[in-house]
């Protein structure tokens, strides 16, 4: 990195107060393209198969890449930034997110009303092949986790996203087992309650960031 300080560690200090990691290094900008670069190539993957799947997990899935590559790519506007503007970032992605959720979650609803049970090989090769490129993502990210609300935002879709993938795997071998839709149904509707709690958590930190902001001025 182009600066002597750790990305877990705070920038700067003033008036007692730390200021977390934003982003403004050339590193952190060339890791959050490849981060982006990778989910929209995944969502272009597993949006086509899970048009022949019929499943509430791998729509959340797919429809989860595509948020995430929008989002990180208003991340990387953001960088470098006012507080006012990085926290603005934050707070329109744990509202995508929160939206997110609840799209998984009629859509679950309304699989439980009138769907048949979904294609369970599909659902267990996408899940892996989502796995993959977000253990790749989140690998990138690690050392970034922790930050102001526009970077820890995204470290928590990346980490959300990997535990919704191996749960898409899983998912498919459970339907495949008891020839049901309900593993399906229970893990979509698991994956909503993740994506809604991430995006209380990113709303939080944004709004918490504005008032600390507003209180050092």
């Not at 499943?55 to 929008?70: C, H, K, P, Q, R």
């Not at 998984?104 to 090989?121: C, K, N, S, Y």
């Not at 995204?154 to 919704?164: E, F, G, K, S, Y």
Request: with cysteine.
């Amino acid at each position: 990195m182009s600066t002597s300080h750790s990305a877990a560690e705070p920038v700067s200090a003033c008036c007692g107060h730390s200021v977390p990691f934003d982003g403004a290094t050339p590193e952190y900008r060339r890791i959050l393209r490849w981060v982006i670069a990778i989910n929209l190539g995944a969502f272009v993957v597993v949006a086509s198969g899970g048009v022949l799947a019929g499943s509430a997990s791998v729509a959340a899935n797919a429809l989860d890449f595509l948020a995430d590559g929008a989002t990180y790519a208003l991340s990387l506007w953001a960088i470098g930034k006012s507080v006012a503007v990085r926290s603005g970032a934050a707070l329109v992605k744990g509202a995508s997110l929160g939206l997110l959720g609840l799209s998984v979650l009629g859509f679950a609803i309304w699989r439980l009303i009138v769907g048949a049970p979904p294609e369970a090989l599909a659902i267990t090769g996408l899940g892996l092949f989502g796995a993959a490129a977000n253990l790749v993502a989140a690998i990138l990210l690690a050392k970034y986790r922790d930050g102001d609300a526009n970077v820890r935002s995204v470290w928590l879709c990346t980490r959300n996203d990997l535990i919704q993938c191996i749960g898409v795997a899983v998912t498919g071998v459970a339907v495949w087992l008891t020839g049901s839709r309900w593993p399906d149904l229970i893990v979509g509707l698991g994956l909503a309650a993740i994506f809604l709690r991430s995006a209380y958590q990113i709303v939080a930190q944004a709004r918490q960031e504005r008032r600390d902001a507003a209180a050092a001025a």
